[in-house]
């Protein structure tokens, strides 16, 4: 699949944003999809997954609470709500996708497990 972000800009300390991903290609199966971010000099960080069949998600410890990640089936497109952000929550964000059967072990966050990524779309904090 393909994957495209959207939605990043800047914000204020303790504002909102709402990234999105649209996905093209293969959208007939089922999916993990997460969101990471990475700040230069960083390594790429897992935020958020939601396996797209089932809706199970989850967060790393960094976004609980403040992020929420959702999956719209009609139009296949993958978001990511940042509530409260914080000047640490700057970087680029990406978001990322690999197949996956109802037989699979449940979905990771570990970002080599995933196939497809997007270009990314910037979130600046001040």
């Known amino acids: 699949v393909q994957l495209v972000e959207s939605g990043g800009d800047s914000a204020e300390a303790g504002g909102s944003r709402r990234l999105s991903c649209v996905v093209s290609?293969?959208?007939?199966?089922?999916?993990?999809m997460a969101w990471f971010r990475q700040a230069p000099g960083n390594n790429r960080a897992g935020l958020a997954l939601?396996?797209?069949?089932?809706?199970?998600?989850f967060y790393t410890d960094s976004v609980r609470g403040r992020f929420t990640i959702s999956h719209d089936n009609a139009k296949n497109t993958l978001y990511l709500q940042m509530n409260n952000l914080k000047p640490d929550d700057a970087s680029m964000y990406y978001c990322a996708a690999y197949r996956h059967e109802s037989w699979d072990p449940p979905c990771t966050i570990l970002a080599a497990r995933y196939t497809s990524w997007g270009q990314g779309t910037q979130v600046t904090v001040s």
């Open positions: 290609g293969n959208t007939n199966t089922g999916y993990c």
């Open positions: 939601i396996n797209i069949v089932t809706g199970r998600t």
